[in-house]
């Protein structure tokens, strides 16, 4: 991937499956509905079967596209997996805070019992997105400053509007994949891959889940681990970052971003993790569970004297950034992962 694209949904979703991780699948707002008319389920919920189903022809593992959310969720809670199954959840930012709270607890269940025995259960949520313009800082004639106060002006609004614990629970987030949509029938959808780029794929995909009991083997010293750490204080006191929340970074990253980190260097034949695999699992893991200021409010500069209206300004200069840089490169995340790749540029990585 590029420094401000979204990872591929091919290499995600094989990652996930080979370490049983649960990832959010970004799609933007519109663009599928346009090219694609379909009933339920919707068509990027057919978009990401199709997909798996390519990925792996073979068969065994079963999709299930969740259609009504409580119901889905409280058959999920009870039905017993006996092979590996991935849970596609349509729009999880529709979710309410009651089901958040039964997902969260099913996705913990299903963790603790894939740690026991060989079937598991992922789920991947469908994030619609827009690139939303930010709303101006500056007064109209006529209007009362009173009426609008800068703590009420939201200038980098988030994509993802669920909560924190749920947002955590999911390891990174990913592109589309790739489809066909000359006709709005089902049955002709289809990825625009080459047989060489099939041919790769399956010798990558066979790399990573072939070898995936030497996960533990792949070797972590001591020093990367450090490096880590260093990563996640230094986005955790980023200017940019809601240092009230620790800039999102929670403590189990570290062990997050190792795995990932592990998983990229056994993909490029490594049996050992170097600061390049960090650095690259980073732009793949923190752009998601960042927490960015969005208004002047929210900035800790205040309480050493800046000044809100300036805070906000400059808040606003970032929004207008994000909302074109967005749009070229298709990744509602784009300022976050120039947040990340800012402290990467900063963190001496180990020699």
């Not at 591929?8 to 509905?33: H, I, N, P």
């Not at 789920?123 to 007064?139: L, M």
């Not at 900035?299 to 929004?319: I, R, T």
Request: hydrophobic residues 40%; charged residues 25%; contains cysteine.
């Amino acid at each position: 991937m590029g420094d401000h694209n979204l990872p591929d949904f091919q290499t995600c979703l094989k990652f996930s499956v080979a370490a049983k991780m649960s990832f959010l699948c970004m799609y933007r707002e519109g663009v599928v509905e346009e090219k694609l008319a379909s009933s339920t389920p919707s068509a990027c919920d057919i978009q990401l079967k199709k997909a798996i189903d390519k990925i792996y022809p073979a068969g065994g593992i079963k999709v299930t596209v969740m259609n009504s959310t409580t119901a889905s969720l409280d058959s999920l809670s009870t039905a017993h997996v006996q092979d590996f199954e991935i849970v596609i959840i349509p729009d999880i930012n529709s979710l309410s805070q009651p089901d958040q709270a039964k997902l969260v607890k099913t996705m913990r269940d299903c963790k603790m019992a894939a740690e026991k025995e060989q079937a598991g259960r992922i789920f991947i949520g469908v994030v619609r997105w827009d690139n939303q313009a930010a709303p101006s800082s500056a007064a109209k004639d006529g209007d009362d400053e009173s009426t609008a106060p800068p703590k009420t002006r939201i200038f980098l609004p988030p994509c993802i509007h669920i909560d924190s614990w749920l947002k955590h629970k999911f390891w990174f987030a990913c592109a589309p994949p790739r489809l066909n949509f000359e006709s709005s029938s089902e049955s002709s959808i289809s990825t625009e891959t080459t047989k060489e780029e099939d041919q790769e794929a399956e010798e990558r995909r066979s790399t990573v889940l072939n070898e995936e009991a030497n996960l533990d083997d792949v070797f972590v010293g001591s020093n990367v681990k450090r490096y880590i750490l260093d990563i996640m204080v230094h986005l955790r006191t980023h200017r940019l970052t809601y240092n009230a929340k620790a800039g999102g970074i929670y403590t189990s990253s570290l062990d997050n971003v190792i795995l990932l980190s592990r998983l990229i260097g056994l993909h490029s034949g490594k049996m050992f993790v170097s600061p390049s695999h960090v650095k690259e699992a980073s732009m793949w893991y923190f752009p998601m569970h960042l927490e960015l200021v969005q208004r002047s409010s929210m900035d800790s500069s205040l309480l050493y004297g800046s000044d809100p209206k300036l805070v906000d300004e400059m808040l606003e200069k970032l929004a207008k950034i994000r909302y074109e840089e967005v749009s070229e490169f298709e990744n509602p995340l784009f300022l976050e992962s120039l947040v990340v790749k800012n402290v990467l540029s900063k963190v001496v990585p180990p020699v």
